[in-house]
């Protein structure tokens, strides 16, 4: 978490100290670095210099309008997965011309709805919903861009939840299956073949896997070339994994130059849909001690952050780091279990931590940027945190913290006759 660091005991992001953001806005509260978002966007843009290529970052990562914004700025497309998330990309700046839809359901309004933003590709995950895009084109009497999510039954040896290109999975179209799509699609009306994408998972700590689904996804381009069905780019998806604790993932322009070399002599247009790897270690999630307690052998740090805030620990039992916002001189650290206020036994942020605690203290969990808000929920009424972004010296509000009635906006009690 390079824009992170220690000054003088005190945690800060780039210039600001954490201490100062919790003070002003309180906690939980979520905390991005610009600078490291940037510096991400670029490892990838970067590492494509000369060649058609676009990066689309996956909204679902982290759909803030302001880090949508920052990214927009820099030239980032978007890949989407719902009409909210275009909503999103339009709003915070974003090109339409460059968003690609993922996502296994779309519904025809969202469909109708990308067509008239004018969205550079549809990724399709069935043939049903090949025909639903062609009705809502036929309709409002334009022909769809449609890429084909091939599943390649590759295993991408990361956690079963986030592993999405095995047969097993409810993703894209079973790579045998898939050249009869591409024939049915090249002779519909309203939609014009342009693509071929796949994501094989998430948090890919290898780039062996990547390679294995680019050849299976050559052999099919192969095939289609040879009947004239011709695909202008090749989207290879999300999916590279970052540093949590002592992972060693390849940095993007590792992964980058290596499918450069598998894919040398092809002259597809790239295109990648990063999420993770763009967000996760460019934010925190701020939150406070509240109590200390022991249970038998067992020493409980209650923290104001709990499992709706950040679900991962619970969902995945992933592990995130968690370190103090100020260095404690005196006294001795221990091993904390880091639970929330939720009433769940699976409301923990992380366990056995070695911590020197007292009540009171600020804590920042680490590489929460990605799937950290956009997962939070008002489980037990907790609103939902505020998100902060740092520029430099200076803090935004990106998003203010939730009250009590945004939480009961729209409920309605019966009428007292009845
Ligand atoms: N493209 C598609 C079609 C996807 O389904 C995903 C993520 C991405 C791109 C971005 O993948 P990334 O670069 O972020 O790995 N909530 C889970 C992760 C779910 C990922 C879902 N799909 C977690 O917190 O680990």
Redesign the pocket.
Known sequence: MDNFEYRNGRLHAEEVALGRIADEFGTPTYVYSRDALERAYLDYAQALEGRDALVCY?V??NSNLAVLNVLARLGAGF?I?SAGELERVLRAGGDPAKVVF??VGKQPDEIRRALQAGILCF?IESDAELDRVNAVAGELGVKAPVSF?VNPDVDAGT?P??S?GLKENK?GIAIETALDVYRRAAVLEHVDVVGMDC?I???LTEVSPFLDAIDRLLGLLDTLAAEGIRIHHLDL?????VCYTDETPPTPGEYIEQVLQKLSGRDYKLIF?????IAANAGVMLTRVEFLKQSGDKHFAIIDGAMNDLI?PS??G?YQEIIPVEVREEGEAKSWDLVGPVCETGDFLGKDRLLNLQPGDLLAVCSAG??GFV?ASNYNTRPRPAEVMVDDNQAYLVRERETLNDLMRGEQLLPTQA
């Open positions: 996956a679902k990562a890949d997965v993922s996502g990724n999510r956690h939840y986030i999405t993703f994501h998972g998430s948090q998806g999300g999916g590279l994994g849909e990063p999420g993770r790897s991962r969902l995945y992933a990605a799937y997962m």
